[in-house]
């Protein structure tokens, strides 16, 4: 395992290291000692999956009551994963990057809380895994309006498709600052 830090504090690109043989492959997705050495922290108490097809959006989400630490991974499929910092206070408050997940570059991304994330599937299809380290709590869910000028996100696809929800969400600066995370 080889971890990577990245432009926003906290933010680590874990790349996996697995075995093949004859068979196929072989790789932990997760080892609690190991990520700690890391400080990924070991608590995670919810697992979320979803199943997508090419050019579906989903984001940029993130929640301000109960905020969750993610550890996101490609089980099939490729995405392009962006995270964006809107910890009010921060110096990277409103800076976006992008990654690439698949199921064959085998890396992770760890995303700290207070932080909005999102992905766009840019295979047929792409199962996509959450780690998280808190409760999803319906009332504190937020999110940012995914084409959002500001942010500057170099999306893939111009019409994805997204939820209704997905769909109306406010550009950051709109946001009232009792919205967002505040940093530490």
Not at 55 to 66: A, D, T
Request: glycine share 8%; aromatic share 12%.
């Amino acid at each position: 395992m080889r971890v990577v830090s990245t432009e926003l504090p906290g933010v680590l690109i874990i790349e996996l290291h697995a075995f093949h043989d004859p068979r196929g492959y072989f790789f932990e997705i997760f080892q609690e000692e190991r990520y700690q050495q890391h400080g990924i922290p070991e608590r995670f108490v919810q697992d979320n999956f979803s199943s997508s097809s090419q050019h579906v959006l989903r984001g940029l989400h993130y929640q301000v009551e109960h905020p969750q630490g993610k550890l996101v991974f490609v089980m099939r499929g490729h995405v392009l994963d962006v995270i964006v910092d809107v910890r009010l206070g921060s110096p990277t408050f409103g800076k976006a990057i992008t990654i690439e997940l698949s199921d064959q570059n085998l890396r992770q991304v760890y995303i700290p809380p207070g932080f909005a994330h999102g992905f766009c599937v840019l295979s047929e299809w792409a199962d996509f895994v959450y780690k998280c380290t808190d409760y999803y709590h319906p009332a504190g869910e937020r999110g940012i309006r995914w084409n959002d000028p500001d942010l500057h996100i170099p999306w893939p696809v111009q019409d994805p498709i997204l939820s209704a929800k997905d769909a109306v969400l406010p550009r950051l600066r709109d946001i009232g600052e009792d919205q967002l995370p505040r940093l530490g």
